[in-house]
């Protein structure tokens, strides 16, 4: 697939109205803020420095800027595309009614809330860390990719294996058949994406920041272009900044147009083009700890497997994504001086009780006693962890 990446600098007003009309999969804008402020950053080398003017003779004048250019992104979106306007609390109010008479409020879809933390001086009131996107469709035939998120660490296993539905009051309940026994539930992907993403800020010594001022995580872009576009599709950034979006686009496999009235920042953009690089977050690979208690050593050793790790249970680690015989699939680690009859014990334990047919243990040392004396229950399977393997193979000393 040839994708193709354009980088244009230039008022995107002017330019948009010189695109093809439905043309466009995705649009992902993030505009002024009506800060009313001059905004500056050097890079990280102090050698440059970038800057741009948020300011305004009035609201009216702010929102004739902002309507102008919805009118035309409008006309170049196809017909099944979606547009994502980044604001916050300063015009939100300002975009939402304009995006509403431009679109239609039966094409709103979501308000997304990008939750961050970031450092600030202590100032009376509320410390500011969340900004604004608001999800748009051009019709109700619209692109979306349902993403699937992990659990929440306080969901317990029961809420996953068990099949739910309501009762006669509209409560929810575990379902059972006519026996009484409860219904396991379907296998499951995970939780669907909400509309609050916890997606961490970039801090100062990211490595994909270059000292744009606005530049926002690339993990976000990518995020809404998964969303809302397939592989090949056009996106497009009118106000591209330090080109963010296009890098993320070029990641996914899609083509991209990223148009911004600054010569600065469209050679960033071009830069940035040439050598993407892009910043892990400990946060989305681990997790947030307040409720964590699953133990991370176990399901480390497990991470190969396709799983979803549990929490709050002492015999079980995790569950295979796929049943067996519409059974779960328990799986549990050895534990360091734990005996393979006590991890064995555990496991079977909590097996029996979820009704599971088949159950893995993963060895990971050697037992004081030999397999062929511990009475193995015949539904769990006794696999070696890659380390155990590898020092039993090499027989360190």
């Not at 905004?39 to 004048?61: A, G, I, N, P, V």
């Not at 009131?125 to 604004?132: D, F, K, S, Y």
């Not at 809302?228 to 106000?239: E, Q, T, V």
């Amino acid at each position: 697939m040839n994708n193709t990446y354009n980088i244009i600098q230039g008022d995107c007003l002017e330019i948009v109205q010189g695109m093809q009309q439905n043309f466009v999969n995705l649009i992902y804008l993030d505009p002024p803020f009506f800060t009313q402020k001059h905004h500056s950053l050097k890079t990280r080398d102090r050698q440059s420095e970038f800057s741009y003017d948020d300011l305004w003779e009035s609201h009216q004048d702010y929102a004739k800027f902002i309507h102008e250019r919805l009118v035309v992104l409008h006309k170049v979106l196809r017909e099944d595309g979606s547009i994502f306007v980044h604001c916050d609390t300063h015009a939100n109010y300002i975009i939402r009614a304009i995006l509403d008479h431009i679109f239609g409020q039966e094409n709103f879809r979501s308000e997304i809330i990008w939750s961050y933390k970031r450092w600030s001086n202590s100032r009376k009131g509320l410390l500011p860390a969340h900004q604004t996107i608001f999800f748009y469709s051009k019709t109700n035939q619209f692109i979306f990719n349902r993403i699937y998120c992990d659990y929440s660490e306080s969901t317990n296993i029961d809420q996953i294996l068990q099949k739910r539905t309501r009762d006669q009051h509209g409560k929810a309940i575990y379902a059972r058949d006519e026996q009484g026994e409860i219904i396991p539930a379907d296998p499951k992907k995970g939780v669907p994406l909400s509309d609050v993403w916890e997606i961490p800020y970039l801090n100062p010594k990211a490595k994909e920041r270059v000292g744009y001022p606005t530049q926002k995580p690339i993990l976000l872009l990518e995020q809404i272009i998964e969303l809302a576009s397939n592989p090949g599709d056009i996106i497009l950034d009118p106000f591209c900044g330090s080109g963010t979006t296009i890098i993320a686009a070029k990641l996914l496999n899609r083509s991209a147009w990223g148009i911004d009235i600054s010569p600065d920042a469209v050679q960033i953009s071009k830069d940035r083009l040439k050598t993407p690089m892009k910043s892990e977050s400990l946060l989305l690979q681990k997790g947030r700890k307040a409720y964590l208690n699953a133990n991370e050593d176990a399901l480390n050793i497990i991470a190969s497997l396709d799983i979803i790790p549990v929490q709050r249970n002492q015999g079980i680690d995790a569950i295979l994504k796929q049943n067996y015989q519409g059974k779960p699939v328990p799986v549990r680690v050895q534990r360091q001086g734990e005996s393979l009859h006590k991890a064995l014990a555990l496991l079977h334990k909590a097996s029996q009780i979820k009704g599971a047919l088949k159950s893995i243990l993963v060895k990971t040392s050697d037992d004081l006693f030999d397999l062929d004396v511990i009475d193995i229950p015949d539904h769990i399977m006794i696999i070696e962890a890659p380390a155990y393997t590898v020092q039993k193979g090499f027989n360190f000393n």
